[in-house]
Nanobody, 120 residues
Framework: QVQLVESGGGLVQPGGSLRLSCAASGSIFAISAMGWYRQVPGKQRELVATTTSGGSTTYADSVKGRFTISRDNAKSTVYLQMNSLKPEDTAVYYC??????????????WGQGTQVTVSS
């Protein structure tokens, strides 16, 4: 069984920084794309950033220049460095990964979510 475990959320003042981590574990053969999404109450979950196994990245326009996604393939971990945080970045952040599991084949997996609150 594949699990994604996130860490690094919390409360930060506007202009501050946070770094989110998401580690995949279980019977994994390979991981394709990994990414971060966020959701606020009453709104749809939205893409923040994604990265392929080869290192190509995409970002939502709202975070370009402030957030950086990276991954460590050896550790099956994806990171999101968030700088110059704004109150509108407040949301629950979810990790996502496309995983080829040894027993279960390919699947789309989500973490449990981590709260990021930007407030003075």
């Amino acid at each position: 069984q594949v699990q994604l475990v996130e860490s690094g959320g919390g409360l930060v003042q506007p202009g501050g920084s946070l770094r989110l981590s998401c580690a995949a574990s279980g019977s994994i053969f390979a991981i394709s794309a990994m990414g971060w999404y966020r959701q606020v109450p009453g709104k749809q979950r939205e893409l923040v950033a994604t990265t392929t196994s080869g290192g190509s990245t995409t970002y939502a326009d709202s975070v370009k220049g402030r957030f950086t996604i990276s991954r460590d393939n050896a550790k099956s971990t994806v990171y999101l460095q968030m700088n110059s945080l704004k109150p509108e970045d407040t949301a629950v952040y979810y990790c996502n990964a496309g995983v080829l599991a040894i027993a279960d084949g390919f699947g789309d997996y989500w973490g449990q979510g981590t709260q990021v609150t930007v407030s003075s």
